[in-house]
């Protein structure tokens, strides 16, 4: 007996040693270019410390600016490691609304970290319920909300709203989806299915069945694939971001409207870029007349946390009483901290004192614009806006010049296409600000033009 439990005393000390060997003798991993690179973020010559590292560690997904790393932003201004600073007229891609590290935003955002910062969608929490509030307070057409993290997100839970509805309705056949030509709906399969750009959608071989895209403002395109038995939903932008800011016009969103109901499928709002004020108004599709044009479901998105990430689908109660606990759901969509930021912030930009300052910007941006077009009306063809400020400018040559000249001298613009320049700075931006904008526009245009000679 006492030999017995001898042995078994070996094999259990023999066990535990080889578990304190694996615990104990694992080599550290070492990777030449990324282990051993030090970094210093006060070096005022390490931009190409940062980028070179940068290649070594992120995916190359993004054609990023080649020789910028920023480290700071305050209102419409970005600076970066070398200490020069930029006019930002992209604002993210129309995300900084309020500009950066706007005061009142980084008091929020650091007074509710010290709170309360995520919260299983298990439990109820006070800043989603507020904001929610607010929005629908907001809008005579929806009455519920639900909360994503990001625009493509709010688009695919919108997708799903919509499909659900069509099947439960016509059956499995009434589930095809009406997108637009040059329209933008996001990267994920559901609304990378609903973006035109073969670019962006054929690399992924088959994506969801079932989407058919019609010319935008043509009602006569849509009527072609519109199906009562087979349509459930059409989605469109009422103001395309990444389609050079081409606008949906009054008739034509009236008239696609009367087609949905007709034909019983939802009409779907993509305001995730043109929402939320850029426009001078609190909702892009209020210039169609509610009482004619009556979407179903919105989606909203990148200005509504002012930089934080958020998505938001507000439908009709006839949707939301269709949508059932368990239909969808997210980890972090409706989080108290990305939501009481966008309670700030969606409450200031809806104040009416607001979105009148967003219109006269937007018009003193527009005049200046049209000055510059009689000056040079064969390089600027078309002025692209319906107020507020997100204005496009259509020239007669690919932009990317321009994009470039305007870098070099300290102001950043993005395109929307290969001969569309898409301004969206902070709606928080100045008339002075705008002017050496214009200014920079000015002086590229007369070198443009003096080198036709």
């Not at 909300?145 to 919108?158: D, H, K, P, Q, Y």
């Not at 399969?189 to 071989?205: A, F, P």
């Not at 305001?271 to 939320?276: A, S």
């Amino acid at each position: 007996m006492f030999n017995k439990l001898n042995k078994i005393n070996k094999i259990k000390n023999c066990f535990n040693k080889s578990i304190y060997q694996i615990n104990y003798t694992t080599k550290p991993i070492f990777k030449e270019g990324i282990t051993n690179v030090k970094l210093d973020r006060d070096n005022k010559d390490g931009t190409s410390d940062y980028i070179k590292l940068h290649d070594n560690v992120i995916m190359n997904t993004y054609g990023r600016v080649s020789d910028i790393v920023f480290t700071h932003g305050k209102d419409s201004w970005l600076y970066d490691m070398k200490g020069d600073k930029y006019l930002d007229f992209g604002a993210g891609i129309a995300v900084n609304a309020l500009g950066h590290s706007n005061d009142g935003w980084s008091e929020v955002v650091a007074n509710q970290s010290k709170k309360l910062t995520h919260l299983s969608n298990l439990y109820y929490n006070q800043p989603a319920i507020e904001l929610a509030q607010s929005m629908i307070a907001s809008t005579p057409i929806f009455d519920k909300v639900f909360f994503a993290n990001s625009g493509t997100e709010a688009n695919e839970a919108a997708l799903k709203f919509a499909k659900k509805i069509g099947i439960a309705k016509g059956g499995v056949e009434k589930h095809e989806i009406i997108a637009f030509s040059h329209g933008f709906s996001g990267r994920s399969m559901g609304s990378l299915s609903c973006t035109h750009k073969s670019k962006y959608r054929e690399i992924y071989g088959p994506l969801v069945p079932g989407v058919h895209f019609a010319e935008y403002n043509d009602i006569e395109s849509v009527k072609k694939l519109m199906s009562k038995s087979k349509t459930c939903a059409v989605i469109i932008e009422p103001v395309q971001g990444e389609g050079g800011l081409e606008a949906a016009t009054v008739e034509f969103m009236q008239q696609l409207y009367k087609l949905c109901k007709e034909n019983d499928c939802l009409l779907i709002v993509d305001e995730v870029q043109c929402g939320i004020g850029r426009t001078g108004q609190l909702w892009a599709h209020s210039r169609f007349d509610t009482e004619k044009c009556k979407p179903d479901i919105m989606t909203l998105a990148k200005p509504l946390a002012g930089g934080l990430p958020i998505g938001a689908v507000l439908v009709s109660d006839k949707v939301a009483s269709e949508i059932k606990p368990g239909d969808h759901g997210t980890t972090f969509g409706g989080g108290p901290l990305v939501c009481e930021v966008g309670k700030y912030v969606f409450e200031r930009i809806s104040q009416p004192s607001f979105l009148k300052e967003v219109q006269e910007k937007g018009k003193h941006l527009t005049d200046g614009l049209k000055k510059l077009k009689d000056q040079f009306p064969n390089s600027i063809l078309e002025i692209r806006t319906v107020g507020g400020l997100f204005v496009g400018i259509q020239l007669d040559h690919n932009v990317s010049d321009l994009v470039s000249f305007a870098k070099s001298q300290k102001i950043l613009i993005i395109n929307a296409g290969d001969d569309v320049i898409r301004f969206c700075p902070p709606l928080t931006i100045t008339n002075s600000e705008i002017d050496q904008l214009l200014l920079v526009l000015k002086n590229y245009l007369i070198k443009v033009n003096s080198n036709k000679k």
